[in-house]
């Protein structure tokens, strides 16, 4: 069963609470009352009552000094990037979009370069780092249509696929899951997508990447939004109209356990080539 994804301003709202959530357990845990952490911080009142009802942002230094109060300051680390995340969680794609789709592209390339472990789940389409040069033009075409941008797909698929050549470097690995519907879905005409689906026999060999194929109806999470983790510190989540950036240890940790989950119910190897060869046959 699938379950929508929350709106980029309802994950703000939902990082702001728990950002709230966590000072007032941090107080609570040390049994310590409002007028007690306005007291060992020398914050008037209100501000206490602020930062734990989730009515202010709290800087770095306040939540430093909050965990301080608790004797928690273990704790400060993961709280800060929650709010960090709280304060800019997501980009919108039309800002950056305006500058073309070859851009975003582009942009992308440090972090991949930097990257030595990448986790990528994909439950819609095949995933960036394995389209051929069509399938990424026709995708990128659509999305360029449907936003109404300038049409650089073509510019844009190169650069696609330019950084995807990343896969076949030393000393990086890549663990990819798909759902099998991702390797259903039409994209482009039907030789389009049979040279796609052909190409993920040959990539699936290479010695950097695991490819996992979910089948349908097999018993795991319910289809996720498309993400990217970059080794264990960075997620990078694709909703219609926002990027995401995930920083916050504790929710970095639930992709990582999400991508375990998904990968225990994805099939590898001949099974999961069977499947590809299903979805070939299925073009028709």
Same mark, same amino acid.
């Given at each position: ?19 709230? #959530? ?85 942009? $992308? ?26 399938? #990424? ?7 360029? $249509? ?8 073509? #510019?844009?698929?190169? #650069? $696609? ?124």
């Amino acid at each position: 069963m699938s379950e929508p994804s929350p709106s980029p301003s309802a994950r703000v709202a939902e990082a702001r609470e728990r950002v709230a #959530a966590r000072l007032r357990e941090l107080r609570l845990d040390a049994g310590l009352t409002g007028r007690d952490v306005a007291y060992r911080t020398g914050w008037h009142g209100s501000k206490v009552s602020r930062m734990q009802g989730g009515v202010s942002q709290p800087s770095d230094a306040d939540i430093r000094a909050w965990c301080r109060a608790c004797d928690a300051d273990s704790q400060a680390p993961d709280i800060i990037a929650i709010a960090r995340t709280a304060s800019s969680m997501y980009t919108e794609w039309k800002r950056k979009e305006r500058a073309g789709l070859k851009r975003m592209q582009d942009g $992308r390339v440090p972090l991949y370069e930097s990257t030595t472990a990448m986790r990528v789940y994909s439950s819609s389409v095949v995933p960036g780092l394995l389209q051929t040069r069509e399938y #990424a033009r026709a995708l990128l075409r659509t999305i360029g $249509r449907f936003k109404d941008l300038p049409d650089d797909s073509e #510019a844009a698929a190169e #650069a $696609r696929v330019a950084r995807s050549q990343i896969i076949t470097r030393a000393g990086r690995t890549f663990s990819i899951v798909v759902e099998e519907a991702a390797l259903r879905r039409r994209v482009g005409d039907m030789e389009t997508m049979a040279a796609q689906l052909g190409s993920l026999f040959t990539v699936a060999t290479l010695p950097a990447v695991s490819l996992g194929v979910i089948p349908a109806g097999a018993p795991a999470l319910w289809p996720l939004e498309t993400f990217t983790i970059y080794d264990e510190d960075r997620v990078s989540v694709e909703l219609l109209t926002a990027g995401l950036t995930i920083t916050a240890p504790s929710e970095v940790a639930q992709y990582l356990a999400a991508h375990r989950q998904m990968s225990k119910a994805a099939l590898v190897g001949p099974a999961a080539y069977r499947i590809i060869a299903d979805a070939i046959a299925a073009l028709g």
